[in-house]
């Protein structure tokens, strides 16, 4: 069973600028590198993932994060269960954020499905 949650502003990223150098302060630098995901600094949240034969269910149902946060995905009932994002429901740039913080990734935006109760993701 395929689950989806959208979990808005999920570890985005805020760049600040730095102001601009003069010409003798210049310096050329080598490319960056691609974004990594944010070391985890922030709130910890548990959201257990549930199906009653019925209904596949998050509960919360609805969670409000922010940058830096963590979101730990528990398999209680009915599983197995995944986490999976839909490309078109998130915010624009989050998609290579979520997916380079998403641990043994089997697609895109896609985790790996937990079998056992009590899994976590």
Known sequence: MR????V???ALLAAACGGEKKADEQQATPAAAPAAAPAAVGATH???????????????A?????AGDVVKFHNKTGGPHNVS???????????????AGMA??????TGPM???VDAVY
């Not at 994002?85 to 997916?99: E, H, K, M, N, Q």
């Not at 043994?104 to 935006?109: A, E, I, N, T």
């Open 3 to 6: 689950m989806t949650s959208l």
């Open 8 to 10: 808005a502003g999920l």
């Open 46 to 60: 548990d959201v257990d993932m549930t199906f009653d034969g019925k209904e596949g269910k998050f509960i919360p």
């Open 62 to 66: 609805e969670l409000t994060i922010k």
């Open 85 to 99: 994002f839909y490309p078109d429901s998130i915010p624009a740039g989050a998609g290579a954020v979520l997916d």
């Open 104 to 109: 043994d990734r089997v697609g895109s935006l």
């Open 114 to 116: 937990l079998v056992d």
